[in-house]
């Protein structure tokens, strides 16, 4: 039988100046039912406080310090705004985030030209049937004629050997005949106008005449502005060399200046582990940012398979962090196993509202409990202080620390196109050079198709322009092997062979080359070289001063590289519609291979 212990000098203990020795300890409490019906047990009825109360001194709950419960909560912050972009050659331009930034940083220039000739005529199309129905609005349908004329597809001429890439494709060579001389080249006509050219021009006209004509150009330059978001700042955000984008912000900390950067980004979606603090000083924001304060009442954070509580709540089974097992290793996995099961009830949610293109600091939160004691609360580092410190969202450290919160002006979601160019970049050990497949090409009629099979009509209209003439009589021995001098590889097979770096005796790096095209009955010509397709690897062809290519060797790696060129659509805060046309990397799926190039080979003969 259990023996009470009666203390005579309870105030004494209930003070804690005297402690008595005892083994009874409650952990834990439980209904004990004495019938077969659980429905009375289970609504745990409390008949008196005063044992509740007691139960939890005797549990020790009065000895917590964190017994009271939060109420309410004022937060004390402050906001700048990014005011400035900057590529990587350090030219900035202004920046009030009109825009999302992928398509500051990713858009591309609109591909109307390309190899000394109009490319991507189905865009051209639309922009001339843009033109005609302004003219037509305006009653200037007379001029139809001069700007179809003036602005005329190009008519592909099968016999002209420098058309012949234009008349290998059956459909590419229809479409651009069915075009010429009954719709004006609107790629011609706004590449005209962009370049200071006005729309009157040629027309003979003058005066108000003139100004109309002018004042409707002026329409169809702001339509495919808004319709095609380009870069109007000269900012060159793509790094050919590199195969990514480089992009900088402008960070003001109030009247000082401070930067970002995102030095690797490959297209895509962009967010905030994309940057950087950099180190380089910049223009210094305007004044010193306002401090903010806004009160709340704190939340308790919920998520699934959180502990429940209330008493005798049952708890959802779909998510059992019991159930993990994780490795002594798995920091990260034991770390959220015990917020999700011991701190659980310890967090709450103060929401704020920022706006995009901010970068935040807390300076500190002021809590008042149930028992109306107001705690102020300061981070417990200086996020931009000597002392490193972990936080979920800081931003690396390139130079100068910044530990505001970056929220960027991005979309969050978009559409993408299919690749519209794509192009495999692989290493080859066997010939000790790279090369850029070309996967998906652009025709000159605005269509994408496999570059292999591009390749193949390409050089079979070459062949057939080649003027029939007998092979020379090889001399007659019985040898069963042949010499041949040189293989060859598919026209759609670009290599890129090492160079060294000037100056460097040791590094190396890639330059574009080209392969021979090799046709039949051409013995003794030169051979002419194959030049790329895609927009992707014609880095330099199309400048008005042609130049070469050189890419840096470490970025193509043994997995290889796939790089595509996409157009996106996204919807913008103030509902715009923003298009782009931009780069994207990706890692290759193929790993290493071989073209089968070789020289100096002794193959079977043939039988006669």
Known sequence: MNRYVVAEDLDLVIA??????TNVFWNRLEGRPRRDDFSRALRAELRDPLWLLTRQWQTGEFIG???????????AWTTDQVSQVRDPEGHTAGYDGSQPLEAVVEARPLDLTRNGRPHDARLGAQLGRRWERMLTAAGLGAHLAFYRTTYEFVRPDPDRKEQYELTASASTWQF????????????????????????????????A??????????????????????SEDGLENWLPGHLEYGLGLNAPVGAEGASLRAPEYHGGRLDWYHFDAGGEAMDPGPSPAELRATSFLPTPVQFDGMPNTRHWAFEEGLVNFGDIKPDTTDIAKLL?????????????????????????????????????????????????????????????????RDGRLFLPATTPTGLESEPVESVDLIRDEVSNMVWAIEQTVQLADGSSRR?????????????AGVAPTPPPTPLSNDAGLAYVLMTSVPENWIPFIPVHVPDDNREIQLQRASMPRLLEGTQGVLPEKVKPVTRLVREGL?????????LAEEEVSRAGVRLESRWQRCRWLDGRVVTWFGYRRRTGAGGEGSSGLGFDQLVPKAPS
């Open 336 to 400: 959220l196993i015990e917020f999700g099961v011991v701190f659980a009830t310890d967090w709450f949610l103060l929401p704020i509202e920022l706006p995009v293109g901010s970068l935040t600091s807390i300076r500190g939160l002021v809590v008042t409990n149930v028992f109306g004691d107001r705690t102020w609360i300061e981070p417990a580092v200086d996020p931009a202080g000597p002392v490193r410190s972990w936080q979920m969202y800081r931003l690396s450290d390139k130079g100068r």
């Open 451 to 463: 570059g292999r099979e591009v390749a193949l009509e390409v050089h079979a209209r070459f062949q």
């Open 65 to 75: 310090e964190d017994a009271g419960s939060p109420v309410t909560a004022k937060l």
């Open 16 to 21: 804690g100046k005297v402690r008595r020795p």
């Open 209 to 230: 005449a003139a100004d109309q004509v002018d004042g409707i150009g002026d329409q169809l330059v702001s339509w495919v502005d808004r319709t095609f978001y380009q």
């Open 542 to 550: 199309d400048w008005p001063v042609p130049t070469g290519y050189l």
């Open 176 to 207: 651009l005949d069915a075009l010429a001389g009954r719709l004006t080249d609107g790629g011609a006509l706004y590449a005209h106008l962009k370049d200071a050219g006005r729309a009157s021009d040629g027309l003979g006209l003058t005066g």
